[in-house]
């Protein structure tokens, strides 16, 4: 588990000799990229916000959000994309939600999850882990965010709406990206709580059904899987 003050030591050998590296990890910077490398490290790709064009960070402008550090993650939040959104190509879909989250009502500093999953597997970095997410109301501050980029909700929860691109399941590959994903981050943070976007306090009163009814099974899987609490 990481803290501010751990350091490790790391052995190299090369021909005859040995040669120690005494690392830091209160490095948040380095912990970003441990997080990256440790995922790419299971076959999965993983695209930074720099290779999907993400908007520059916008820390100003009335009733936008402020921009804050955050980093004692002890929460995961899971979402899904939304009723209009289906399986398809992960940096246009991720561009979109970010406009709705950047130009719209909410007026968000950048995206407001931390990490995005498309169908086929790939992780895509959203909001920089260094800086609070913006994606559970109220409840943002040590939570990290991890959208699923489609839709989630079940025939019963889409009835009437006329754009609903209902998933029955997840694809497997998205499913074990985020395994993968979790992992990653629970070996870097002391997580103890995974839930749905719903299920946070406060959220259901608000009319929350994210990540809808098929999200919400992976996301008792996932509790499960990794011996974490319901919010």
């Excluded at 086929?120 to 559970?136: C, H, L, P, Y």
């Amino acid at each position: 588990m990481v803290t501010e003050n751990t350091t490790y030591v790391r052995f190299e050998r090369k021909g005859q000799r040995t040669f120690t590296h005494t690392i830091s990890v209160n490095d948040r910077a380095a912990t970003r990229e441990a997080i990256i490398n440790q995922v790419r490290s299971h076959g999965n790709g993983f695209v930074p916000r720099s290779d999907w064009n993400a908007k520059p960070y916008v820390e100003s402008g009335e009733g936008r959000e402020t921009l804050a550090l955050d980093w004692e993650y002890t929460k995961i939040a899971i979402h899904h994309a939304g009723r209009s959104y289906a399986c398809g190509v992960g940096a246009f879909q991720l561009q979109d939600v970010e406009h709705e989250h950047m130009d719209g009502p909410i007026k968000t500093a950048a995206v407001g999850y931390h990490y995005a999953l498309d169908c086929s597997g790939t992780v895509f970095e959203g909001r920089d882990i260094r800086f609070k997410g913006a994606n559970v109301s109220k409840n943002n501050t040590g939570t990290i965010g991890i959208v699923l980029l489609e839709n989630l909700t079940s025939a019963t929860e889409t009835v009437g709406s006329f754009f609903a691109k209902t998933m029955n399941g997840i694809p497997s590959a998205q499913k074990d990206a985020a395994h993968v994903l979790i992992k990653a981050l629970h070996d870097h943070f002391n997580i103890t709580v995974l839930g749905g976007h719903r299920e946070f306090p406060n959220q259901a009163s608000e009319g929350k059904i994210c990540p809808g009814n098929v999200g919400i099974s992976f996301v008792q899987e996932l509790r499960a899987a990794f011996g974490l609490s319901r919010p």
